[in-house]
């Protein structure tokens, strides 16, 4: 599941800079493939926070979802030629995600069945029915 699109890229930084990061044969357009091989990284790392805290995939991507894969997918496709300002991004991303990850910041998406109080993972059965008493009839 991929939180950020090619348009949630572009809006943030620009399609030279998208062209710039992608464009590994010189060919002048952003290279799809490249873009997308760094969202699904993005999105990755992403989900590891969330394991276990909410239900994947989401339904909706949640605005702050976008942020975070924007700034860690432009950071790894930076890679070593990463300004202090990308890499700052990607440390603040990656310090939102914990917060996340610890409750601080929720997300208003559906929890993970093992967050949710009381489910621990098990099923329990709830009937409408008053026990039965099976005592001797008399």
């Given at each position: 599941?991929?939180?950020?699109?090619?348009?949630?890229?572009?809006?943030?930084?620009?399609?030279?800079?998208?062209?710039?990061?992608?464009?590994?044969?010189?060919?002048?357009?952003?290279?799809?493939?490249?873009?997308?091989?760094?969202?699904?990284?993005?999105?990755?790392?992403?989900?590891?926070?969330?394991?276990?805290?909410?239900a994947?995939?989401?339904?909706?991507?949640p605005?702050?979802?976008?942020?975070?894969?924007?700034?860690?997918?432009r950071?790894?496709?930076?890679?070593?030629?990463?300004?202090?300002?990308?890499?700052?991004?990607?440390?603040?991303?990656?310090?939102?995600?914990?917060?996340?990850?610890?409750?601080?910041?929720?997300?208003?998406?559906?929890?993970?069945?093992?967050?949710?109080?009381?489910?621990?993972?098990?099923?329990?059965?709830?009937?409408?029915?008053?026990?039965?008493?099976?005592?001797?009839?008399?």
């Open positions: 599941m991929s939180y950020a699109t090619l348009a949630d890229m572009s809006v943030r930084f620009g399609e030279a800079a998208l062209i710039e990061l992608t464009d590994r044969t010189g060919v002048g357009h952003i290279d799809m493939s490249v873009l997308d091989e760094a969202l699904a990284d993005a999105a990755a790392e992403i989900e590891g926070y969330l394991t276990g805290r909410y994947l995939p989401v339904a909706v991507v605005p702050l979802l976008a942020r975070i894969a924007c700034d860690i997918a950071y790894r496709l930076a890679a070593e030629r990463a300004s202090e300002e990308m890499r700052a991004r990607y440390e603040d991303a990656r310090k939102m995600l914990h917060a996340i990850a610890d409750g601080r910041v929720r997300l208003g998406i559906a929890p993970a069945l093992s967050a949710v109080p009381g489910a621990g993972g098990s099923l329990e059965v709830v009937t409408g029915h008053r026990p039965r008493d099976w005592g001797v009839i008399q």
